[in-house]
């Protein structure tokens, strides 16, 4: 007779595996395992509703059942594939109910949804914010902004995360604030910004954002680089933007006390930005107890650029200073058909990188010779972007003897027209598949490599247990136009729930919401320049019994299906 320890587990014990899993899990799966099961889940009080993904009919099922005194983290959404979600909730919550809530995350949310929200927040005991309200004219209603400040002030938040209008976070007025030791700011600041928030963040210790814009002449000579340094501040974040040297090393000037600084951004190959000697010598004189110093700075050059240069550059980061002092590991790579240079600190410290498959592609050097440990460089690579270009040589793929991305969730595959032999084998090789979560295509479905395609994804699909969403991002215009979609059904895997595919006509439409059956949603995108009847489309949806929602974009149609 089988005997189950499991449902002999103190509550207490049960409660921590709870900790490590999804709110679907418990709600879809535990919770109906058996009554005592039932039981503990009830009583559960640290859920974390993310709704950022989610099928519509599982959404309005978990808001009837949703423990609102119970839980403890909430993300909203509103992207395209989740459009309309918020006002939704808000039509079926009062938010107020969540007592215990201690983390709020909205995405993509609008003005006046937002307000309520921020209502809610002043009076509220939580601890990490996160605002994305990028796409809105919060400016337009100064109310929005104010009441931002005002949460911003009266709110005990340890951790705020803020995404607007570069306009809006100008003119958002940053109150005093006693308790934030994290903040994130997804737009470029200026130095006088900058300045104001050490000054009324006095918990701070570390601050991510773009970049620092100091365009304006204005700012040249602003009084704040005569104020004392702001010795909290502990760890220093630009990412997604201009990465030059003159203008960090002003603002540096009021950090003094960084012990951690990363760096990812476009730099500049005539103002010092890949100079090893020049960083060098920043570090030296405005940040002395730097410890670590991450990066990743990249280039656009001109067509004649000198390969020998990559040998130049990494010349200026062997010095002690680097190798002995520093333990700092830098490569530079230049990417030959895209002129593109690379400059980068190992292990990798972010989450994206493009990687081509052969050497022949590219011309590298480095400070460090290799190592055993070498295979864990890159684990920090979420999404990449895969290049197939044709293998001069099969035995290239045997000479690789470890994975070289092992934690990738979200690779881009893309070719220049043709498909390599072997493209299977050799991105299987190199990634690890289990982890994938989302796979996008950049290709042609041309007649000639239809069929190696069709056999390699499906086989990509079929080794990655994890993946659910499917993004074809076909390169086609309007004089080579064809309808793929059947091709696209014989090689996809019932395991994908969200796709994103370019379509021809209204007949591609029907054809995908009756065939595809596991899906979830789907964004259909068109060509701008192609003939295409709007009003077919939405003839066709209205026509359908699968869709409950649908939301129009730029090229593109998204639809929340209602089951699966």
């Known amino acids: 007779m089988y005997i189950s320890y499991l449902d002999r587990l103190p509550v207490e014990i049960l409660h921590h595996i709870l900790d490590h899993l999804d709110t679907q899990t418990i709600l879809f799966s535990f919770r109906f395992a058996c009554k005592r099961f039932h039981s503990i889940a009830n009583s559960y009080n640290y859920y974390d509703f993310n709704f950022e993904s989610i099928l519509k009919t599982k959404f309005l099922y978990m808001c009837c059942i949703i423990p609102f005194e119970q839980v403890v983290a909430l993300t909203l959404s509103d992207k395209d594939n989740t459009h309309g979600q918020i006002k939704v909730f808000n039509s079926l919550f009062n938010i107020n109910q969540f007592i215990r809530l201690r983390s709020l995350t909205l995405i993509q949310i609008e003005t006046h949804d937002l307000k309520v929200f921020l209502n809610y927040a002043i009076r509220s005991s939580l601890l990490f914010l996160s605002i994305d309200c990028q796409t809105t004219r919060i400016h337009e209603e100064n109310t929005a902004l104010n009441l931002i400040s005002s949460t911003i002030e009266h709110c005990s938040l340890k951790k705020l995360n803020l995404s607007m209008r570069p306009k809006d976070m100008k003119e958002l007025q940053w109150p005093l604030n006693l308790t934030i030791s994290y903040?994130?700011?997804?737009?470029?600041?200026?130095?006088?910004?900058?300045?104001?928030?050490?000054?009324?963040?006095?918990?701070?210790?570390?601050?991510?954002?773009?970049?620092?814009?100091?365009?304006?002449?204005?700012?040249?000579?602003?009084?704040?680089?005569?104020?004392?340094?702001?010795?909290?501040?502990?760890?220093?974040?630009?990412?997604?933007?201009?990465?030059?040297?003159?203008?960090?090393?002003?603002?540096?000037?009021?950090?003094?006390?960084?012990?951690?600084?990363?760096?990812?951004?476009?730099?500049?190959?005539?103002?010092?930005?890949?100079?090893?000697?020049?960083?060098?010598?920043?570090?030296?004189?405005?940040?002395?107890?730097?410890?670590?110093?991450?990066?990743?700075?990249?280039?656009?050059?001109?067509?004649?650029?000198?390969?020998?240069?990559?040998?130049?550059?990494?010349?200026?980061?062997?010095?002690?200073?680097?190798?002995?002092?520093?333990?700092?590991?830098?490569?530079?790579?230049?990417?030959?058909?895209?002129?593109?240079?690379?400059?980068?600190?190992?292990?990798?410290?972010?989450?994206?990188?493009?990687?081509?498959?052969?050497?022949?592609?590219?011309?590298?050097?480095?400070?460090?010779?290799?190592?055993?440990?070498?295979?864990?460089?890159?684990?920090?690579?979420?999404?990449?972007?895969?290049?197939?270009?044709?293998?001069?040589?099969?035995?290239?793929?045997?000479?690789?003897?470890?994975?070289?991305?092992?934690?990738?969730?979200?690779?881009?595959?893309?070719?220049?027209?043709?498909?390599?032999?072997?493209?299977?084998?050799?991105?299987?090789?190199?990634?690890?598949?289990?982890?994938?979560?989302?796979?996008?295509?950049?290709?042609?479905?041309?007649?000639?490599?239809?069929?190696?395609?069709?056999?390699?994804?499906?086989?990509?699909?079929?080794?990655?247990?994890?993946?659910?969403v499917l993004s074809l991002h076909n390169l086609w215009s309007a004089d080579n136009f064809a309808s793929t979609v059947e091709t696209i059904y014989s090689m996809i895997t019932p395991n994908i729930k969200y796709l994103d595919i370019r379509v021809q006509n209204s007949d591609d439409v029907k054809f995908i919401i009756e065939n595809f059956e596991n899906l979830k949603d789907i964004t259909f995108e068109y060509v701008q320049n192609l003939i295409l009847n709007r009003g077919k489309f939405i003839e066709v949806l209205s026509?359908?019994?699968?869709?409950?929602?649908?939301?129009?974009?730029?090229?593109?149609?998204?639809?929340?299906?209602?089951?699966?």
């Not at 026509?543 to 699966?564: N, T």
């Open 543 to 564: 026509d359908m019994k699968r869709h409950v929602s649908r939301w129009e974009s730029h090229c593109a149609f998204h639809v929340w299906l209602d089951k699966a």
């Open 183 to 468: 903040l994130r700011i997804k737009n470029s600041i200026t130095c006088d910004q900058f300045y104001t928030i050490l000054q009324h963040s006095p918990c701070l210790q570390t601050i991510i954002l773009k970049d620092f814009n100091v365009d304006d002449t204005s700012e040249k000579n602003l009084p704040c680089f005569n104020h004392a340094p702001f010795l909290q501040i502990k760890s220093l974040t630009c990412e997604d933007g201009r990465i030059q040297i003159n203008k960090l090393e002003q603002c540096l000037t009021l950090t003094p006390a960084l012990v951690y600084l990363k760096l990812i951004g476009c730099g500049n190959l005539f103002c010092s930005t890949f100079d090893g000697y020049r960083w060098e010598q920043l570090i030296k004189n405005k940040l002395p107890l730097l410890e670590k110093f991450d990066f990743l700075i990249s280039a656009f050059t001109h067509v004649n650029f000198d390969t020998s240069s990559v040998e130049q550059m990494i010349s200026s980061f062997r010095t002690s200073f680097w190798v002995d002092e520093k333990h700092c590991l830098v490569t530079c790579d230049y990417i030959i058909c895209s002129h593109k240079l690379l400059l980068y600190t190992l292990p990798l410290c972010t989450d994206h990188f493009v990687y081509y498959n052969t050497d022949t592609r590219k011309v590298s050097a480095k400070n460090f010779t290799l190592t055993n440990n070498y295979s864990t460089m890159m684990d920090n690579a979420k999404k990449l972007h895969l290049h197939l270009t044709k293998f001069s040589n099969v035995d290239e793929i045997d000479k690789v003897n470890h994975l070289l991305f092992r934690n990738v969730t979200a690779p881009t595959i893309a070719t220049n027209g043709g498909w390599p032999d072997d493209s299977f084998r050799f991105f299987s090789t190199i990634i690890d598949l289990s982890p994938i979560e989302t796979l996008s295509l950049s290709i042609r479905f041309i007649d000639e490599y239809t069929p190696i395609i069709v056999h390699n994804i499906n086989q990509a699909l079929k080794c990655s247990p994890n993946i659910y």
